[in-house]
C-alpha cells in the first residue's frame, strides 16, 4: 500500500465549479499534512497547510479526517489559473523532516 | 523570499558518464534533499541531508551519492549513469524545527542516452 494515495485524475472542470480532492495516507503517526500545487514542467510549491481543524484559504478549504487518515481539498469557484497537479503531502514520523508526497490529482479547469 | 537554484534545467549524457548535479540555497535551511519525479510515481526521495556533511539515504538511493561541503550546496552524483535515470531531478531544502515546508529548486531534467 502506497504511504500516501490519491486519485491521479485528470479531473476536467468548467470555470466556476467547485471540485474536490481526498487523499489518504497510511502511517496514523504522521503529524502534519499539506498541499503542493505544481503547474507544468515547474517545481512543487506548498498551496497550503492542513490543521485539524480544518482551514481556508480564500477559494481553497482543506480538512483532515485523522481517524480516517485522509486529506481532502476543496476549491470553490474554480479558476482558469487553477489549472495544476495537486499533491497531497505528510511528513514521515520516522525521518526528522522528511515529507511523503502523493503522486498528485491532475486538475483542468475549461473555460 | 526563499530561493533554490539548479545548476542546469536541461542536460543529456551517455551510459556510463559520471555526472553531477548541483543545487544552492540561500535561506540558511539545514535540510536539503533530492528527489526525482516521474510520471504515474509521484517524488521519491534519492538522499537528504541535514548538514554539512551529514547525509541518509532515502527510498532509491541505489546509484546515486551526494556530496554537502558547504551548508548552502547539496551535489547529487550519477556515478555511471544509466538509461533508467533518466527523470526530473528535484532540489529542495527546509529549515530545521520549522513547518517541515520544503522548497524546490525548478529541476534537471535528465536525459541519459
Known amino acids: 500500500r502506497k504511504e500516501v494515495e490519491q486519485d491521479p485524475g485528470p479531473f476536467n472542470v468548467p470555470e466556476g465549479a467547485t471540485v474536490a480532492f481526498n487523499c489518504t495516507y497510511s502511517?496514523?503517526?504522521?503529524?502534519?499534512f499539506f498541499w503542493y500545487r505544481q503547474d507544468c514542467r515547474k517545481e512543487p510549491k506548498l498551496l497550503m497547510s492542513?490543521?485539524?481543524s480544518g482551514n481556508e484559504d480564500g477559494r481553497f478549504t482543506a480538512q483532515l479526517n485523522r481517524a480516517s487518515q485522509y486529506i481532502s481539498l476543496l476549491i470553490r469557484d474554480s479558476k482558469l489559473s487553477d489549472s495544476a497537479t495537486y499533491l497531497c503531502?505528510?511528513?514521515?514520523?520516522?525521518?526528522?523532516?522528511?515529507?511523503?508526497f502523493g503522486q498528485g490529482t491532475r486538475l483542468t479547469i475549461n473555460p | 523570499d526563499v530561493k533554490v537554484t539548479q545548476s542546469s534545467r536541461y542536460l543529456v549524457k551517455r551510459t556510463g558518464e559520471k555526472v553531477f548535479l548541483e543545487c544552492v540555497q540561500d535561506?540558511?535551511?539545514?535540510?536539503m534533499f533530492w528527489y526525482r519525479q516521474d510520471p504515474g510515481l509521484g517524488l521519491r526521495l534519492i538522499y537528504f541531508?541535514?548538514?554539512?556533511?551529514?547525509?541518509e539515504k532515502g527510498d532509491i538511493p541505489e546509484g546515486y551519492s551526494v556530496s554537502r561541503e558547504k551548508k548552502e550546496r547539496f551535489s547529487l552524483i550519477l556515478e555511471s549513469a544509466s538509461t533508467n535515470q533518466t527523470s526530473m531531478y528535484l532540489c529542495?531544502?527546509?529549515?530545521?524545527?520549522?513547518?517541515?515546508?520544503?522548497?524546490f529548486g525548478p529541476g534537471t531534467r535528465l536525459t541519459v542516452t
Open positions: 503531502v505528510v511528513n514521515n514520523p520516522q525521518g526528522a523532516q522528511k515529507l511523503v
Open positions: 535561506m540558511d535551511h539545514e535540510n
Open positions: 541531508s541535514y548538514d554539512v556533511k551529514m547525509k
Open positions: 492542513v490543521y485539524s
Open positions: 502511517n496514523s503517526a504522521s503529524q502534519s
Open positions: 529542495a531544502s527546509s529549515l530545521e524545527g520549522g513547518t517541515y515546508e520544503q522548497y
